[in-house]
């Protein structure tokens, strides 16, 4: 609007009396907004006989430099010193002394009124806290001691289950050393009897070789005594090399039994070291429990 006035003052004489035409198009910026529509139906309201008063403005140009303009616009002539309007001072009232103190008293009354309604307040507050402090301390106290049971409960019944499967350890572990004992004695006495029988067969082996042997001499007297000399070292040989057989395969068979009884002898001495050492952890881990047990009987006693 402001440029509207200043091309139009710029285009018509100082006298405001003719107008020259437009010259200059009129420039549509690029980045002005868009018109928008509006389309709310208005109301038509009667026109009012409104007087519009017109303010002479005037518009001065003058050329201080090549190519630049300055403008000068005047709405108004100054007009004169106006006086500004003063506030009317209100009479003053009589005020006497009594009423002053009355108010004074009036308003110290107020003021400890007020003071007492906020002490009552804030020591129904404090009253409010403390209780709720109270509660708290309850609650708390009542928390601490159904838990310490609950625990003390649980530790009891865990020592108690504890020390039924320590006890039913040890006495697998006495079953089992009683089964090893056992199994060790039966494997001595089967060795005993084994060894009883062999010898036994090797006794009655030489009885036979020498029934035999003489049997085969006295049938053999009769013939010559170099027959007889060999057939008694080829017997004796043949003899010798089935004794010498049955000796190897018998002490084939002890080696075998002692080395399948050391093998079930180490395999049942490992397993009674593992239940040792399984027991050995038990009781470790028992001490251990113990002491945490009264480090925690000691804070609570210290606490």
């Known amino acids: 609007m402001l440029i509207g006035l200043v091309r139009d003052s710029v285009m018509q004489c100082f006298c405001h009396t003719c107008r020259a035409p437009g010259i200059l198009p009129v420039v549509v910026s690029r980045r002005s907004a868009p018109i928008k ?29 090549r190519g630049g303009l300055s403008y000068e616009v005047i709405l108004a002539e100054p007009a004169p010193n106006v006086p500004v309007p003063k506030r009317p001072v209100t009479p003053g009232k009589n005020v006497s002394v009594e009423d002053i103190e009355q108010k ?127 057939i008694k070292s080829q017997n004796n040989q043949l003899e010798n090399q089935k004794l010498e057989e049955k000796a190897r395969i018998i002490e084939n068979k002890l080696y075998a039994a002692e080395q399948n009884r050391e093998k079930e002898l180490l395999k049942k001495i490992e397993k009674v070291q593992k239940l040792e050492r399984r027991a050995e952890v038990v009781r470790q881990n028992k001490a251990q429990t113990q002491d945490i047990d009264g480090l925690q009987n000691l804070i609570a006693s210290s606490g």
Not at 38 to 58: C, H, Y
């Open 104 to 230: 004074l008293k009036a308003a110290e009354e107020r003021r400890i009124s007020l003071e007492a309604r906020k002490m009552a307040e804030i020591s129904i507050k404090l009253a409010k806290v403390e209780e709720a402090t109270r509660k708290k301390d309850e609650i708390t106290n009542e928390f601490i001691t159904q838990t310490k049971e609950q625990l003390e409960t649980k530790m009891e019944h865990h020592v108690e289950k504890r020390e039924a499967i320590i006890s039913d350890m040890k006495e697998k572990l006495k079953i089992h050393a009683q089964e090893i004992e056992k199994t060790r004695e039966t494997l001595e006495q089967q060795k005993a009897y084994e060894q009883k029988a062999i010898e036994e067969k090797l006794k009655t082996a030489q009885a036979l070789r020498d029934e035999n042997i003489k049997k085969m001499l006295d049938r053999l007297k009769e013939h010559n005594t170099i027959k007889i000399a060999e």
């Open 37 to 65: 529509k509006n389309n709310k139906i208005r109301s038509k309201q009667p026109r009012l006989n409104k007087k519009v008063k017109f303010i002479t403005t005037e518009i001065r140009c003058q050329e201080k430099s």
